[in-house]
């Protein structure tokens, strides 16, 4: 059969009134006894649940802790966060990475001032209008801050209800999609929304596990089709792995009287607002020294006499492996920009005040160090 009819063939996601009961009552009893003690689970405002969901999207919780209370400390209030300056906002982001979610923040943040009288939407249709909030955000801080109730759906609880109804088809399919959105409102409980929903992502996360799930002690495993079928190692079904592209990066610090280049990226860029070095891939075949004279010639208008490697650094982006080979050479003059939004002189003991991304932070430590010890030469 072919596979479109298949997936327009998958069952509905059921479960009888009395095991949904028992289910929902099972899984808050578990949450009760074991969940984690994490700040944003203490308080039902808005705004702070919609900081820490922005944050944990793509980042882990040990991570986001302390940026969630650093954040809230500066910005305790929405009408804070839209009154901030968008360089600092990004400064309390720096080390999170994937900014565009900081920068949403703040735009939403000032439309919920100005739209809103700084009150927190708490229904479906204001939340849509604000950026960077999709079905599961809206749906998740809904939940736990109004008790609306709305399924959630991300990663933890694709894999708890993949098992839970033994879907056999890919979960990230359109059609194991909506079958997972409806098993997710199927066993939401009348009440205790917020808690069910939260108990669910956790159930995710320490028991029913990508490797090794903890079925003996699972709160669900009465109700489970995998368990009971023995296809939990089986399920769920994803389509295979991306393949990972190397890809090789020239970076050039550019040094004046002991000052640094930097320039910040244009708006509608990956990166947008943050400050780096000037970097590149070269082009094939290229000698470094023509292909770093290119690259300072083409972001800052200056080149050295001399460029000397200072170190290299590895990030992963997306599906790309990113190595940066770092250079570092000595230039007269100011220099232009045809591409970034700004170009500053920093000095070693201003860096901070220059929001980056991960690995510009690392590159520009690298290249600070490597001036600092020149200075005790
Ligand atoms: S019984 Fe096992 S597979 Fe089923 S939900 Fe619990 S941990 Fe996951």
């Known amino acids: 059969m072919a596979k479109d009819k298949l997936e327009t063939i998958l069952p509905k996601p059921s479960l009888l009134p009395a095991s949904k ?74 080390g999170l990475g994937y900014y565009r979610r900081a920068r949403h923040m703040h735009q939403a943040a000032k439309i919920i001032v100005s739209d809103f009288g700084g009150a927190f939407p ?94 003996g002690s699972c709160p669900l495993s009465p109700f489970c089709i995998a368990k009971r079928s023995d296809l939990v190692s089986e399920l769920p079904i994803k389509k295979k792995k991306v393949v990972v592209t190397q890809v090789r990066e020239l970076a050039t610090v550019l040094v004046n009287r002991k000052k640094i ?47 000397h490697e200072i170190g290299e650094v590895v990030h992963p982006v997306t599906r790309f492996k990113i190595t940066v080979k770092v250079f570092m050479g000595e230039v007269s003059g100011k220099g232009s920009s045809d591409y970034y939004e700004e170009l500053a002189w920093v000095g070693l003991s201003e860096m901070e005040k220059y929001p980056k991304s991960s690995p510009q932070s690392k590159i520009i430590a690298m290249a600070v160090k490597a001036l600092e010890l020149k200075k005790e030469v």
Not at 36 to 57: G, N
Not at 182 to 211: K, R, Y
Not at 283 to 291: F, L
């Open 21 to 94: 009961k028992l289910l929902g009552k099972a899984l808050l009893i578990w949450f009760g006894e074991r969940k984690r003690d994490l700040p944003w689970r203490k308080t039902r405002d808005p705004f702070a649940i919609w900081v820490s969901e922005i944050m944990l999207q793509q980042t882990q919780v040990a991570t986001v802790i302390p940026y969630f209370e650093r954040f809230l400390k500066t910005f305790p209030t929405i009408e804070a966060l839209a009154s901030a300056d968008e360089q600092e906002v990004l400064s309390h982001w720096q």
């Open 122 to 215: 708490a229904n479906i249709d204001d939340l849509s209008i604000l950026p960077g909030l999709g079905r599961y955000t809206r749906n998740a801080i809904l939940s736990q801050a109004f008790d609306a109730r709305l399924p959630i759906l991300e990663a933890n609880t694709k894999r708890v209800l993949a098992r839970l109804f033994a879907l056999v088809q890919d979960i990230d399919s359109s059609a194991g999609n909506k079958f997972l959105w409806e098993a997710a409102e199927e066993v939401l409980p009348e009440s205790d929304i917020g808690a069910f929903n939260q108990a669910m992502m956790e159930l995710g996360s320490l028991v029913c596990t990508v490797t090794h799930p903890k079925c």
């Open 261 to 307: 280049l930097l320039g910040k990226r244009p708006a509608g860029q990956r990166w947008a607002g943050l400050w780096e070095v000037p970097h590149d891939t070269p082009c094939e075949g290229d000698p470094e020294a023509k292909a770093l004279g290119i690259i300072s010639r083409k972001f800052a208008s200056l080149v050295s006499k001399k460029f």
